[in-house]
């Protein structure tokens, strides 16, 4: 780990590296870097450029101090208070969920139906982001598509007020409406798109995952009830007063959970549109049309 003296930008991304390797953490070099980088506001170009560059004391010592939070179990997103998502900068709170690439293939999945529905001249499409957290499946979607406006919903204040933080730094706030409901309960009007990473994790699983998601992550945006289904349910029966003619739900799901939420939905009058598997193979999205 590297001492409270002034070190070169090499040094400290060396030494970072084998910190958190000696310690087990599996991607030590993308780590290193990434919590050096931040702290001594350096980029990839400046560890090229000038990788003998000298990195001032209070750098130093943020760099000590996040390393050994990392070490302690930490994740580092936590730590940098940001997460990367869909090549969006997005700022995370305690009450939200550390948005991770496997939901990207939601985005991925819903994208067309954005912009079907503008091409088609209806003017903007209206998205509903059940669960918003930071809002990453909203703001990536209006990213992409000008026209596209989006209701962000969660519980939590907290999630809300970093959704409505994250949208604004993005230039995205005159489009985005953060709102407080459970689910449905304070919703109103019809969406094009209506989409969720709802929480999917039965409640007796949760122990058994990973310390770094069950003591970081708000167990709110986990835990899916005793079979991990509660939301789709929900959403299976509540979706349709909301949903425009023609209109979409494109859901986030566990990897075994594909022929569950399939079932629960076409019950309920709806027919599989599409679905996705993410970057490792396994099912992750379920696409449906009314």
Request: net charge negative.
């Amino acid at each position: 780990m590297p001492d409270s003296a002034p070190r070169s930008l090499a040094g400290l991304l060396a030494s970072s590296r084998t910190a958190l390797a000696e310690a087990g953490i599996a991607d030590a070099a993308l780590e290193a870097r990434l919590i050096v980088e931040h702290y001594s506001e350096t980029g990839r170009s400046e560890a090229i450029s000038t990788p003998g560059r000298i990195i001032g004391d209070a750098a130093v010592v943020r760099i000590e101090q996040a390393l050994k939070r990392r070490i302690s179990g930490e994740p580092v997103y936590r730590i940098l208070g940001f997460r990367e998502f869909y090549g969006l900068h997005l700022g995370l709170s305690d009450e939200t969920l550390e948005p991770r690439p496997d939901t990207e293939t939601l985005v991925d999945a819903l994208l067309p139906h954005v912009r079907a529905t503008v091409a088609k001249g209806e003017g903007a499409c209206r998205i509903l982001d059940l669960g918003t957290g930071t809002g990453a499946i909203a703001l990536a979607l209006l990213s992409e598509v000008e026209r596209a406006t989006a209701v962000g919903v969660d519980v939590s204040d907290d999630a809300l007020r970093t959704a409505r933080r994250n949208a604004e730094a993005l230039g995205l706030g005159s489009r985005f409406t953060p709102l407080k409901s459970d689910w449905f309960a304070n919703i109103s009007g019809k969406f094009h798109v209506i989409a969720s990473n709802p929480p999917y994790i039965p409640t007796n699983d949760l122990a058994g995952l990973q310390a770094e998601v069950r003591n970081f992550d708000p167990a709110r945006a986990l835990d899916g009830g005793a079979d991990g289904l509660d939301a789709y349910r929900v959403m299976a029966a509540e979706a349709d007063r909301f949903l425009a003619p023609a209109g979409v739900v494109g859901v986030e799901i566990g990897y075994t959970q594909k022929h569950a939420v399939r079932q629960l939905f076409e019950a309920a009058g709806y027919r599989t549109a599409e679905a996705r598997q993410d970057i490792a193979g396994h099912d992750r999205v379920l696409v449906f049309h009314r």
